[in-house]
């Protein structure tokens, strides 16, 4: 049987440790078990896939790019609409992107799923925080000792103008930017000849649900079934305050044929 491992943002600024920018309660803890399910039945998995949230220090879906109407620091956890920047109640600072940002806005909430979130700074490339928790490293290292072959590691957010929840492509995609664009590349070679794909990491309302929920959509116009998916329920939680957030993903995700079990119980797959 061929089984897969997709590991969402798996990085120490999405952990509940000291240091972290935007720490999801319980993330420690999902990441212990997950670490301790590859290290124990890392045999038995074929593919591991670890995206990472990777941004610059300044991107739209962050406090250093905005600014209120009076110059005041924009606070964390507020949220921005297209009618906000019209009525200059917040702007870039950098106001020469206001017409590009109003039509990534414009765009977003033409989809009407939300407003764009204004987050701490977090999973800055290259820093602690961008890092993968350090029992996951270790049991990837070890995967990859095992296997002789590499863990496949994929940035996502690195583009300043788009926020970018789902590995597979951003919010608001843009003709211009390959980044942005539904990687189909990756969702197809994670469904060819997979006869199971698991599914953990941070966070269950956001990144991971994005990520799936893209990898749905992608599986649903492909003339073969799909493989058999399964959430880690044990291995994701919902960031604070959004955990209405993860329970729409979950049924949205059951009524896809998803199943979702703790990490134990779906060890008994793998035998």
């Known amino acids: 049987m061929n089984i897969k491992l997709l590991v969402i943002d798996p990085q120490n600024d999405f952990c509940d440790i000291p240091g972290a ?11 212990a078990r997950l670490a ?16 990472l ?5 300044v991107a739209v879906e962050r406090t250093s790019f ?3 109407g009076d110059g005041s620091d924009m606070p ?7 009618a906000d920047v019209r009525e200059r109640r917040f702007l870039p600072r950098d106001e020469g992107l206001t017409d590009q940002v109003l039509r990534m806005l414009d765009k977003l909430e033409a989809g009407k799923r939300y407003k764009l979130m204004v987050w701490p700074i977090h999973c800055v490339t290259g820093t602690w925080g961008h890092n993968i928790h350090a029992a996951v490293a270790e049991s990837l290292a070890g995967w990859e000792f095992l296997h002789q072959r590499s863990v496949r590691k994929v940035l996502k957010g690195e583009y300043l103008l788009s926020e970018h929840y789902g590995v ?4 608001v995609p843009f003709e211009d930017e390959e ?4 990687n189909h590349r990756l969702a197809a070679s994670l469904l060819r000849d997979t006869d199971l794909l698991l599914v953990a990491g941070e966070a269950s309302s956001h990144c991971v649900s994005a990520s799936v929920e893209q990898l749905l959509r992608f599986a649903g116009k492909q003339q073969e079934p799909p493989p058999r998916m399964v959430l880690l329920s044990d291995c994701m939680s919902p960031v604070s305050g959004f955990e209405a957030g993860e329970r729409a993903f979950f049924e949205h995700a059951e ?11 779906a060890a008994e797959l793998l035998r």
Not at 21 to 31: E, K, R, W
Not at 36 to 51: D, E, M
Not at 179 to 182: A, K
């Open 179 to 182: 980044s942005t664009q539904f």
């Open 36 to 51: 301790a399910f590859i290290g124990k039945h890392g045999g038995r998995l074929s593919g591991i896939t670890v995206t």
């Open 66 to 68: 905005w600014k209120t």
């Open 21 to 31: 920018a935007l720490p999801v309660p319980g993330a420690d803890a999902d990441m």
């Open 255 to 265: 009524a896809h044929g998803v199943l979702r079990m703790p990490v134990e119980a």
């Open 53 to 57: 949230d990777s941004h610059a220090s």
């Open 168 to 171: 597979f492509e951003a919010e």
């Open 76 to 82: 964390a956890f507020t949220e921005v609409s297209a």
